[in-house]
């Protein structure tokens, strides 16, 4: 467990995680057959040729996902009761196969539950492709992520 409990969260610090993960053409055909988006933009190199991308897409809800898959070890790992809502989600750039993502989460808004017994913490959430050539950074997907964390007082 490597989770931050509801105390540890510090409203305004941002949290860079480590783990990267680079976008398999076989990550976005299994994503896309899982959830049972056939979307051509995903999928079809020859349709996806003749877009203003030129070639396929990652799928927008894997990247979301990834996201959030990449923070859990440093934010929610084993101190989670729940994830409340997902908000103001925006993808401002494409994924491609072979991009690599990284994620970082700055810590916005945090309250106690009215029993007091838990806490409720936001953070907003942006991936981002990472140029291995020269370490530029492209913004591909942000949004809020709302939990039910639980405090470390009643452990």
């Known amino acids: 467990m490597t ?8 409203v305004g610090e941002t949290i860079e995680h480590e783990k990267r993960r680079t976008v398999s053409e076989s990550d ?8 049972m988006n056939q979307q051509p933009l995903h999928l079809d190199a020859d349709f996806a040729a003749d877009t203003e991308f ?3 897409l990652v799928n927008g809800l894997y990247t979301m996902s990834l996201a959030v898959g990449l923070s859990i070890p440093e934010t929610t790992d084993g101190t989670i009761v729940a994830n409340l809502s997902y908000d103001g989600v925006e993808h401002p750039n494409p994924v491609f196969h072979g991009d690599t993502i990284r994620a970082q989460s700055t810590v916005t808004d945090k309250r106690e539950t009215s029993d007091g017994e838990r806490g409720v913490v ?3 959430v942006e991936a981002f492709t990472v140029d291995r ?5 492209t ?17």
Do not use: A, I, P, W
């Open 122 to 124: 936001t953070m907003h």
């Open 54 to 56: 030129g070639d396929r």
């Open 3 to 10: 989770g931050l409990y509801y105390e540890e969260f510090e």
């Open 133 to 137: 050539d020269d370490d530029e950074e």
């Open 28 to 35: 976005n055909q299994r994503f896309c057959d899982m959830t």
């Open 139 to 155: 913004l591909v997907c942000e949004f809020d992520r709302t939990v039910l964390s639980l405090k470390q007082t009643n452990q």
